[in-house]
């Protein structure tokens, strides 16, 4: 399996408030994504990051920041949480962008935004 | 709206029928891959298909790319309880310099024994 690791699986949380998903790996992959996955959507692609402290928006980048310091971590974060962001994050890697490389998943991280 | 549409959504069959799960779109995709999805798991590639018309066999599953790279299908034969799962497609669309991997919405198998 590969190498990654999201924290924390599950969370719980009030409308208004922070939330911080993280995302490590140790596989040296350069390039790592955030996905959320929601019913009758598939997965949707949120940020993704090319290499440390270069990302990049995705389709549904509203309401959504990333940061990537190290090449191993990649963190998202809901400034403000609101219950249309409820919802199971993903995180992937991959060694190449797009098609030409396999996307790694994570496990997935379950937040609930009362 | 979706990029990708998947079909049927949701498939219940018996152990040991076939059945065809479809992936279009009224785009061209450069590759298209398949991923399978268990149940509080992330999904895992089953494979990359790039050229028009490639079809790929593994085992039990066969998968073709559209002469035009716009569809793909999925054929599963004799399916087993543990083909069961959420099956994704996932199409790379190249826009100027800029690539993104789309995803389905995906279609749920069950597999009755």
């Known amino acids: 399996d590969a190498g990654i690791t999201q924290s924390p699986r599950h969370k719980v949380t009030e409308t208004g408030t922070p939330v911080t998903l993280r995302c490590h790996q140790t596989e040296n992959h350069r390039y790592m994504y955030w996905y959320r996955q929601d019913p009758g959507h598939g997965l949707r692609l949120i940020h993704y990051s090319y290499g440390v402290k270069d990302t990049d928006k995705g389709e549904v980048s509203d309401g959504y920041s990333v940061s990537r310091s190290k090449t191993e971590d990649f963190l998202l974060t809901l400034e403000s949480a609101t219950s249309s962001q409820t919802s199971v994050y993903f995180c992937?890697?991959?060694?190449?962008?797009?098609?030409?490389?396999?996307?790694?998943f994570g496990e997935g991280s379950r937040l609930t935004v009362l | 709206t979706q990029l990708l549409e998947q079909s049927p959504q949701f498939l219940s069959i018996q152990e040991g029928e076939n059945l065809t799960v479809y992936c279009n779109s009224s785009?061209?995709?450069?590759?298209l891959q398949w991923y399978r999805q268990e149940p509080g798991e992330g999904p895992v590639l089953l494979v990359t298909?790039?050229?028009?018309?490639e079809v790929k066999k593994l085992k039990r599953l066969t998968f073709q790319f559209g002469d035009a790279r716009k569809d793909s299908s999925l054929h599963i034969t004799a399916a087993q309880p543990g083909d069961t799962g959420l099956y994704l497609c996932?199409?790379?669309?190249?826009?100027?310099?800029?690539?993104?991997?789309?995803f389905g919405s995906g279609t749920q198998l069950t597999v009755l024994p």
């Open positions: 785009s061209v995709f450069s590759s």
């Open positions: 996932a199409g790379e669309v190249t826009s100027g310099s800029a690539r993104q991997l789309t």
């Open positions: 992937a890697i991959s060694a190449r962008f797009g098609n030409t490389g396999e996307l790694f």
């Open positions: 298909v790039v050229t028009g018309g």
